[in-house]
């Protein structure tokens, strides 16, 4: 899966909140198991984590400040 999200790194995809609002992110980095989605295309902005061998996220920052809270069996 690592390999096939490596190939989209750069573009721009829709999110929808469990609020059911949208916003694009963008792809920035692609760890093992874990996607960073940034606002904007230099990785500035809101960064959103998804753990993506597990099923849960969490957003960080914003421009309001947002939560900084981590998953709790998130680990760099």
């Not at 849960?56 to 920052?61: D, P």
Request: hydrophobic share 35%; aromatic share 4%; proline share 4%.
């Amino acid at each position: 899966m690592e390999e096939e999200l490596q190939k989209v790194v750069g573009r721009q995809v829709p999110i929808k909140t469990r609020t059911g609002g949208r916003h694009l992110d963008f792809i920035n980095e692609v760890r093992p198991g874990v996607v960073v989605l940034t606002t904007n295309a230099d990785g500035s902005g809101r960064v959103t984590i998804l753990a993506v061998d597990c099923i849960e996220s969490f957003t960080a920052g914003g421009a309001s400040g947002g939560a900084d809270g981590a998953a709790p069996n998130w680990k760099q």
